[in-house]
């Protein structure tokens, strides 16, 4: 049997001929005998299937194979951005299932080129591109390069962040970016946090803590101190804006409280959370016997990118003894700009809050934060275990990330912003979420000057609401009616093209398109590029309609 240094890289691991491990490996000690293997293998082929695939484990012997792979792959993406010219394809869904399902998973392919070249089929092709200036949907940011080094890294070291005995270093990296972020946002000294998948977690996270907070309060009262759970969690109502994240009313749900439990309060015309109508809210649940158990005021909300009175909101929530929680996963970016920094003035009043990296630090998902102003919150949702955590570890201040996060197994996700700071610098990171600022400004300026598109607000953050409502020839605007029929048709086709990709979403119960913008090289004229291509796309089903 050949040994791994006489491996020939370009020859396919799996295939019969691939040289197989050191010679002396446990897998051939034992019989080659018959056994209930299935499909008519005996143990010797099983073996020999067996030393095949530890070619492709990772490790110091495989080492050579991991670079030449894992550079293929590189490169596949690479030559993709440059040969790209646009977001998307258009491709349908029932195309993409077809071509994926053809796919036949049990038998692999014979070298990781053939498997990159199918990759190219259900994949690369038709992805939607994020970092292309005509993509301008969602929050989805184009993403910086230390961070994708840190990818790399994380993923191959692959260090699981629950215990101090995986983890070591990469624990203190993500402890240090915890204490970073807390002094960004001006928590205080005692503020701790952890490092979760995304900003609907760390609302989850943070409202847990804000629900076994109130619990442990309400049971101070005897004649409540014998109560479960589920008999203390009626009465607990939760306060945040209309136009806040749809991850409060699912976490109020999760934590056992429902829906109904999330109290709606209306915002001022700028579409931020209005403290008079939030303080009768407030004042409206306590005469009815409720208990506020937390007030979330949103820094960014998803459509209008609106920063809630924070200063106003902690002080009624100070007032009512509730939890004050910020979800900025779409703000927390401000809090490394060099020009819209004081938009998070208030936050550190806050008892929490969240911080998505992979929105406005420009990280691959998933990097995201929670942050709690007194660290010795985060154990109403400690858990010890003996084979994971004990308690006694905790005691030796043995530093088990675990006893802080509701997951368990998490990626080293740290690990990106931790590159991405160190070789480009916190203020860097803010220029580019300021420029993607300035251009929403600017964009802004151009539609509520354009007749024939109606601008729903003035852009606060990086994106804008609009739509498309002409003029007729008669000199009167198309109908609401008409246009709301319009607007998520004009989406939908300038989506099939492929040429752009925008958002939409509903204000007052009416059809609107959205912009968000996060790319800092996109100019005004690609932009307006989009501009033309909507009006252009809604003058031609307008023209349809007609002459059907």
């Not at 491996?7 to 446990?26: F, I, M, V």
């Not at 990118?305 to 924070?310: H, S, T």
């Not at 995201?368 to 919150?377: E, T």
């Amino acid at each position: 049997m050949p040994r791994l240094d006489e491996t020939n890289l370009d020859e396919p691991a799996n295939s019969p001929s691939a040289p197989g491990p050191r010679e002396h490996s446990p897998l051939l000690q034992g019989p080659l005998e018959q056994g209930p293997l299935g499909q008519g293998q005996d143990f010797g082929s099983r073996v020999e299937l067996a030393l095949g695939a530890t070619n492709h484990l990772l490790n110091s012997r495989n080492s050579p194979r991991y670079v030449a792979h894992v550079l293929q792959g590189v490169t596949a993406v690479a030559t993709k951005l440059e040969r790209t010219t646009q977001p998307f394809t258009g491709v349908e869904p029932a195309g993409m299932k077809a071509r994926v399902g053809a796919v036949d998973l049990d038998t692999p392919l014979p070298d990781t080129a053939a498997a990159l070249q199918e990759l190219e089929d259900v994949y690369l092709r038709d992805a939607v591109y994020f970092h292309d200036p005509k993509y301008a949907a969602h929050l989805n940011c184009p993403v910086v390069i230390p961070a994708l080094v840190g990818e790399a890294i994380l993923s191959a070291v692959n260090s699981s962040m629950d215990t101090w005995d995986q983890s070591a270093g990469a624990t203190m990296i993500e402890r240090r970016l915890i204490d970073w972020a807390a002094e960004r946002l001006h928590l205080g000294g005692s503020a701790d946090g952890i490092f979760t998948s995304g900003g609907s977690q760390s609302n989850l996270q943070a409202l847990l803590i804000a629900r076994n907070h109130a619990v442990a309060g309400l049971r101070q009262d005897p004649a409540r101190a014998g109560l479960r759970l589920p008999a203390l969690l009626d009465s607990l109502r939760i306060f945040t804006s209309e136009d806040s994240h749809f991850s409060i009313q699912k976490s109020a749900s999760m934590l056992g409280l429902g829906f109904d439990a999330v109290i709606s309060v209306r915002c001022t015309p700028d579409h931020r959370m209005d403290p008079a109508a939030l303080a009768e809210a407030m004042a409206d649940a306590r005469s009815a016997g409720l208990v506020p158990m937390a007030v979330v005021a949103t820094a960014g909300t998803t459509d209008f990118g609106a920063v809630d009175p924070l200063a106003e909101t902690a002080a009624l929530a100070r007032a009512y003894r509730a939890w004050f929680h910020i979800d900025a996963a779409y703000g927390g970016g401000l809090m490394v700009s060099g020009r819209y920094r004081r938009l998070l003035d208030g936050t550190r009043l806050a008892d929490s809050v969240t911080v998505d990296f992979h929105k406005t630090f420009f990280q691959p998902v998933s990097s995201s934060a929670l942050l709690v102003r007194d660290g010795s919150m985060l154990r109403h949702i400690t858990y010890y275990a003996d084979y994971l955590n004990p308690e006694s570890a905790a005691l030796a201040d043995i530093p088990n990330q675990v006893d802080k996060s509701i997951q368990t197994t998490r990626r080293f996700d740290a690990l990106k912003l931790w590159l991405t700071l160190r070789i480009m610098g916190a203020d860097a990171i803010g220029a580019l979420f300021d420029e993607a600022i300035d251009l929403a400004a600017r964009v802004g300026t151009v539609l509520a000057a354009d007749d024939d598109f109606e601008l729903a607000a003035p852009p606060q953050l990086s994106t804008l609401v609009f739509r498309y409502r002409p003029r007729l020839e008669e000199g009167e605007r198309l109908s609401e009616d008409a246009a709301d029929a319009l607007n998520p048709a004009i989406r939908a086709a300038v989506f099939a093209s492929g040429e752009a990709v925008v958002a939409g979403t509903k204000v007052a119960g009416r059809h609107y398109l959205k912009f968000t913008l996060l790319n800092a090289e996109a100019t005004l004229e690609d932009i307006a590029g989009i501009i033309h291509l909507l009006r252009r796309t809604g003058a031609g089903l307008l023209q349809a309609e007609v002459a059907a």
